[in-house]
């Protein structure tokens, strides 16, 4: 009896002691404020180079090559104006001078060797001339024959000077030469001018990439300067933000 009063008293203490103990509690969640590290914008994305295309002249679009969107290469024809026939005229006059001009040098040149054959024999002439006639002042010292002497002698001196030059310039007159080669120069500056004229009615592409913003139509009129189109690369790409 006595050892379940026993029993009983331990029991008890041991139920006091586990009431008055530490009481654990769960930990509470910490919620942390995550906030980007980077900046968000809104942008655009450009071409990293643009050029706008226009026409050097105003006039009337006769012929448009090329659509909207095609891939172009520096140089290539996107539109074409009317031409006058005052420009088509101009540079066929300009054409027909600049042959002509190449035709009478070519001629100088590839005939240098029969002058210079020419040029020998009134030389000869020339001397066989003044002996002559030296001959006769000789044997009579007129006036006449005085007068005939001198101006057999002058012709020779000529005749031998122009043998001289044309040895010096391989059977070449130089005087001939340089008018030849000066009419030359001036024709191959007038026709350049006239294919220029008339290349300027073609509107050409400044540089390579993608035709943009190109609504060109035949009969169109358009000004001088005027952008009608852009050409773009795209090969890389920038962002702009507002």
């Not at 539109?79 to 088509?88: D, G, H, I, N, V």
Request: one cysteine or more; aromatic letters at 2%.
């Amino acid at each position: 009896m006595k050892k379940w009063n026993v029993l009983i008293i331990i029991l008890a203490a041991s139920m006091l002691l586990a009431a008055c103990g530490p009481k654990t509690t769960e930990p509470t969640p910490v919620v942390e404020n995550i906030r980007p590290s980077g900046v968000i914008a809104e942008g655009r994305l450009f071409p990293v180079l643009a050029q706008d295309q226009a026409f050097i002249l105003s006039g009337r679009v006769a012929d448009v090559l090329v659509q909207d969107g095609a891939s172009m290469e520096k140089g290539d024809v996107l539109a074409r104006l009317e031409t006058s026939p005052e420009s088509l005229s101009a540079l066929a006059r300009a054409e027909q001078e600049q042959e002509g001009a190449s035709q009478v040098l070519a001629d100088l040149k590839a005939g240098s060797g029969l002058a210079l054959a020419q040029a020998e024999l009134k030389a000869l002439q020339a001397r066989q001339d003044q002996e002559s006639a030296q001959d006769r002042y000789d044997a009579n010292d007129s006036e006449e024959n005085l007068a005939e002497l001198n101006q057999a002698n002058a012709l020779a001196a000529q005749e031998v000077d122009e043998l001289a030059k044309l040895q010096e310039n391989d059977g070449i007159d130089p005087d001939a030469l340089k008018l030849a080669e000066a009419r030359l120069k001036s024709a191959d500056a007038a026709l350049a001018s006239a294919r220029a004229l008339v290349d300027a009615h073609e509107l050409k592409a400044s540089m390579g990439g993608t035709l943009v913003d190109f609504d060109l139509a035949a009969g169109q009129l358009v000004a001088s300067g005027q952008s009608v189109a852009a050409i773009a690369d795209y090969s890389a790409c920038i962002i702009k933000t507002d």
